[in-house]
């Protein structure tokens, strides 16, 4: 089975700091569990776009594609030792919900993510051309699988 679209909605996010670790190349998200990287995080103040999850974002920045892990918060936010941040403008976000299951990969990679480009464009929404793309790992709708084995990853692609 292909990973599906079974909502869609538009989200705003006000000026932000991304806190969390920046990579070039592969992220390795058991480093996070390994080390508690996510309890530190969940000490600060939250913005409500977090959605009681954790998050993987993308970015191509000065022509080099970012893969950040880490959680938006409050502009200003100071920045817990040995962690990166990145300011963000205000952005408004197409939140698309995928369906699927994420032992396959269905629901990550160029495939699903040129899914959701041909939707936007259906809807006549322009993407906001390499700012972030974000996989939203919500707390229960991706960390509990259905009868069927699979869950629901919020894909956030900023838009103008």
Avoid at 80 to 108: H, I, K, N, R
């Amino acid at each position: 089975m292909a990973a599906k679209i079974v909502d869609f909605r538009l989200e705003n996010c006000p000026k932000a700091r991304f806190i969390g670790k920046r990579y070039v190349g592969s992220p390795n998200w058991g480093e996070w569990w390994e080390n508690g990287w996510f309890d530190v995080l969940e000490q600060l103040p939250q913005l409500p776009i977090n959605d009681n999850a954790y998050l993987g974002a993308l970015r191509v920045a000065d022509g080099v594609l970012e893969y950040w892990i880490g959680m938006f918060f409050e502009a200003d936010t100071p920045v817990p030792d040995g962690f990166d941040f990145a300011d963000t403008d205000p952005m408004s976000y197409a939140v698309y919900f995928l369906y699927g299951s994420e032992q396959s990969g269905e629901l990550f990679g160029l495939e699903r993510h040129n899914m959701c480009l041909e939707d936007l464009k259906a809807r006549g929404i322009t993407r906001f051309e390499d700012n972030w793309c974000i996989e939203r790992c919500n707390c229960p709708r991706f960390t509990t699988p259905d009868e069927h084995g699979n869950v629901v990853l919020d894909y956030l692609i900023s838009v103008e």
